[in-house]
């Protein structure tokens, strides 16, 4: 007869968020039960092999899987996970969208990554408050021979001569066994380390941002209809079924989680039929 599995560890959410606000950054030990962990490699098995980097952030030698959520149910629970929600509520404004959900398999061989921060594409200038909160949760234990995340503590903080202060300045492992989470700021610097090890270092990232922002993934697209169609509520609104106030995201006047509905016609075409126009004219 087996055991019962252990508890999770208490979720002191006041100290990750002064981590965060500190240092960028924060490590959620217990993130994924053994189980859970078991059913990620399950699933990403399938994919993995079938995308090369393109270029050296990829990384030629490291593999990536983009749009998790649409291609399992465990990283729909994984997504919502309320600790890591906990956190986007501190940082973010309500109905936070989800904007990257990717796993990453750094093989031997492959170099560090450029330091970057990961939302460096919001043309906002540093520093400022973050746009997006992201998190890497290790499927392999990560240390520094295997290409465990490099970070720069602090660096959150930096103004746009980051990359010069990154330069010049040593950056930290994140070391922490396999199930574990690091929760940071979207403007933390940090960079995917060398991979000098003789076995693969697999992680997933999933990465949340301000409800206005425009996301990295185009989940409405990515993600097909009839599985958004069973997702959980929360999880439709975080891809982009979801309007902010007042009116952004709208689709033709209409709230766009009509679009999963059963029978659901595009408003524009039926529109049209009904006028007897053409589309287009």
Excluded at 15 to 27: F, K, L, Q, S, V
Excluded at 129 to 152: H, K, R, Y
Aim: proline letters at 9%.
């Amino acid at each position: 007869m087996r055991g019962k599995p252990p508890s999770p560890m208490p979720f002191d959410l006041e100290a990750h968020a002064r981590a965060i606000e500190r240092d960028g950054y924060t490590i959620i030990e217990d993130f994924l039960d053994a189980t859970r962990l078991s059913e990620v490699r399950r699933v990403l098995g399938f994919y993995l092999g079938s995308h090369s980097g393109r270029n050296p952030f990829e990384g030629f030698n490291t593999e990536r899987v983009y749009t998790l959520v649409a291609r399992a149910r465990v990283f729909w629970d994984i997504v919502l996970d309320a600790r890591v929600l906990a956190l986007c509520d501190r940082f973010l404004l309500p109905n936070c969208l989800l904007t990257a959900s990717q796993a990453i398999c750094i093989r031997p061989g492959e170099a560090a990554q450029a330091f970057h921060h990961d939302d460096t594409f919001y043309t906002v200038p540093r520093p400022r408050p973050m746009v997006s909160l992201s998190t890497i949760a290790a499927v392999d234990a990560f240390s520094a021979q295997n290409g465990g995340t490099e970070i720069l503590p602090g660096s959150h903080l930096w103004g746009e001569d980051w990359r010069d202060r990154a330069a010049a300045t040593k950056p930290v492992t994140v070391a922490m066994p396999a199930g574990a989470c690091v929760v940071f700021s979207g403007t933390l610097v940090h960079r995917g380390g060398a991979n000098r090890s003789a076995a693969p270092r697999l992680a997933f990232s999933n990465q949340y941002c301000q409800p206005w922002a425009r996301q990295q993934e185009n989940f409405m697209l990515g993600v097909p209809p009839e599985v958004a169609r069973n997702m959980p509520p929360r999880l439709q609104e975080m891809l982009g079924y979801s309007i902010y106030p007042p009116f952004m995201g709208q689709l033709t006047a209409s709230h766009p989680a009509k679009a999963l509905e059963a029978g659901f016609a595009n408003p524009v075409r039926a529109q049209a039929q009904a006028a007897g126009a053409r589309l287009p004219e």
